[in-house]
C-alpha cells in the first residue's frame, strides 16, 4: 500500500436502531499508514473483519459522543483486541465520561487487557488538537446535538517537495543534500555555489483533509472548522418530510447537509446516519445533491480515496 494512502473506508451508516441493512456509526480513516477508527457502533468488530480492515493496525479510536449507536462496540473491540494479544497501547479520544463507563464493564467482566489504554478527552469550546505526528494532525471541534459531541478534523501535514535527480546531477549537487531540499531550502553543489531548490525540486501535491460531522442540527457555526477540506462527512438522519423531527432531535436533513457542504466550500461530501425508517437511500441523495452536487451516499463497505 502506498505510502501516502488517504482512505475512509465506511464501517455503519446507520441512526440510532441498526437495520437489517445498515449498522450504526462507525469508519475507519487511513492517512499514511496510520489508521483511525472514528466512533464505534455495535457490530464495529464485525464490519471491521467482513471488510478485511487490520484490526491490529488501529491505535486511535475516536468517539463523537456518549450515545450508545456511536459507542456500545467498544467494550467488545478492546475484548478481542485482548484476545488477539494486543501489545501496542490503544489511544482513545472522547467525552470525559467515557472512560468510567468502559473502566466498569472491563472490571465487571474480569477483563485484564495485555495493553495499555490512553486517554485523551475532548472539549467543545473550539478547535483543539487531540493528536500530532510528523505526518498528520486530528483536531475536535463542537457540534450541537442534545448532548456533548464533538467532531473531528484530519489534516495531512505538508508534504515534502520532489526531488529531480537529474537535476541533481546536472548541477552537481550530492544527494546528501536531499533532507534540505525537502525542505524547501537551497543548497551549495560541489563547487561551493548556491543552487536555488526551484531549479531541483517541484511543488509535492496538496496536502489532504477530512472532516467528520457527527449528531448534529444544522449548524453554520461548524463552516469555519470545516472549510474547504476534501472529504466532508455530515449525518443526515431524515429527509425534508421530517424537517421539524430533525430539529427536535437536533439531527439534520439530507438537503441541510448538502447547504452546509456548499456554504463550507468542500470537495466532496458524504451522508449518512440514516433513520431507520427509511428502508432506501436514493431520496437521501437526491436531495444532499439539490444543494451540493457532488455528494455520495455513505454504504457500507465503500472506500473513498481522496
Excluded at 72 to 101: A, C, W
Aim: hydrophobic share 35%; aromatic share 10%; charged share 25%.
Amino acid at each position: 500500500m502506498s505510502a501516502q494512502t488517504f482512505e475512509l473506508l465506511i464501517l455503519g451508516s446507520g441512526a440510532a436502531s441498526p437495520t437489517a441493512k445498515r449498522n450504526p456509526s462507525a469508519q475507519l480513516l487511513n492517512i499514511t499508514d496510520r489508521y483511525f477508527l472514528i466512533d464505534c457502533g455495535e457490530a464495529t468488530q464485525m464490519q471491521l473483519r467482513k471488510y478485511k480492515a487490520k484490526i491490529q493496525k488501529i491505535n486511535h479510536i475516536l468517539i463523537s459522543h456518549m450515545h450508545g449507536d456511536h459507542f456500545f462496540g467498544l467494550p467488545g473491540l478492546l475484548s478481542t483486541l485482548q484476545l488477539m494479544d494486543r501489545k501496542n497501547p490503544l489511544h482513545i479520544y472522547g467525552p470525559k465520561e467515557l472512560r468510567p463507563v468502559i473502566e466498569v464493564i472491563l472490571e465487571a467482566s474480569e477483563s485484564k487487557l495485555s495493553y495499555d489504554l490512553v486517554w485523551h478527552y475532548t472539549y467543545n469550546n473550539g478547535l483543539n488538537l487531540l493528536f500530532e505526528d510528523e505526518k498528520v494532525e486530528v483536531y475536535s471541534f463542537p457540534l450541537r446535538h442534545r448532548i456533548y459531541c464533538t467532531g473531528f478534523l484530519f489534516k495531512e501535514k505538508p508534504l515534502p517537495r520532489r526531488i529531480n535527480m537529474d537535476k541533481l546531477k546536472k548541477f552537481k549537487v550530492s544527494q546528501a543534500e536531499i533532507h534540505k531540499l525537502k525542505k524547501g531550502l537551497d543548497v551549495y553543489n560541489d563547487m561551493g555555489q548556491i543552487v536555488k531548490n526551484n531549479k531541483l525540486t517541484s511543488d509535492p501535491p496538496p496536502s489532504r483533509s477530512f472532516a467528520y460531522c457527527s449528531d448534529t442540527i444544522s449548524d453554520r457555526g461548524i463552516v469555519p472548522y470545516i472549510e474547504n477540506v476534501n472529504l466532508l462527512y455530515h449525518e443526515a438522519t431524515f429527509l425534508s418530510d421530517n424537517t421539524k423531527r430533525a430539529k427536535q432531535t437536533f439531527h439534520s436533513t439530507a438537503k441541510q447537509a448538502g447547504s452546509i457542504a456548499k456554504r463550507a466550500n468542500v470537495e466532496k461530501l458524504i451522508i449518512g446516519h440514516f433513520s431507520a425508517r427509511y428502508d432506501s437511500t436514493d431520496r437521501f441523495l437526491s436531495e444532499a445533491r439539490s444543494s451540493f452536487r457532488k455528494t455520495e451516499v455513505a454504504e457500507e463497505g465503500l472506500t473513498f480515496t481522496v
